[in-house]
């Protein structure tokens, strides 16, 4: 199964953007990759997902880098309540199309 | 939309009982849905895979007879933790999905605490 490495955590002001990257070199050519959020004794949260192209929903942007070996989710302007564990995941195209959740990053949001 | 309930949201119990967790997409159809398992401070761990009407498929290190899974109907999936102990207490938390190329929902989780 193919891995995500991400940073285990970041902080941002209030307002801000915030670019959350994430590392996934051994991407095949048919995962999808897809970020989810966790808040505190709560489930996973979906927020975006895209395999080649930009991605843009209300809730955030999805840069994927050209060769897919990395990709960044963007926060146009970061609240508190987006405090929270963002995991990246690569989702497969055959099989089960489990997840498999990696550390993920802790984001701190300072007023 | 894709909304999934996970119930009861905390259970504690004595040693030695069983628990069911029940996990039920409210508006969608869950062809296939997810367990896993979360210790503090921790990542989220797949416990197993059921597709609806199907046997379960259960990840490495898992026992299936420790952890009974039912995926009986597209709308209602059940994880059994049976006689459990302590080291059973963690937070689990279920995913639904409908077609394969859609995201999974998940639920907000059952604490289960083991005395």
């Known amino acids: ?111 | 939309g894709a909304v999934v309930s996970q119930h009861p949201s905390w259970v504690i119990c004595k040693s030695g009982t069983s628990v069911k967790i029940e996990c039920r997409s409210l508006d969608f159809q869950a062809t296939t849905m997810f367990w896993y398992r979360q210790f503090p401070k921790q990542s989220l761990m797949l416990m197993a895979t059921s597709n609806e009407g199907s046997k379960a498929t259960y990840e490495q290190g898992v026992e299936k007879d420790k952890f009974l899974i039912n995926h009986a109907s597209l709308t209602l999936s059940t994880l059994t933790v049976t006689s459990a102990h302590p080291e059973d207490s963690s937070f689990y938390i279920c995913s639904a999905r409908g077609d394969v190329n859609q995201p999974q929902h998940f639920g907000d989780g059952t604490r289960l605490s083991i005395l």
């Open chain 1, 1 to 111: 199964d193919a891995k995500t490495t991400q940073p285990n955590s970041m902080e941002s002001n209030e307002e801000e953007p915030v670019h959350l990257p994430c590392n996934h070199s051994t991407i095949s050519g048919t995962d999808y990759i897809h970020w989810y959020r966790q808040l505190p004794s709560q489930g996973p949260e979906y927020v975006i997902h895209g395999l080649t192209s930009n991605v843009n929903n209300r809730m955030a942007s999805l840069a994927i880098a050209e060769d897919r070996k990395s990709s960044t989710l963007i926060l146009h302007r970061a609240t508190l309540r987006d405090a929270a564990v963002y995991y990246c995941i690569l989702r497969p195209t055959s099989g089960t199309y489990k997840y498999i959740f990696g550390t993920g990053t802790r984001l701190k949001v300072l007023a």
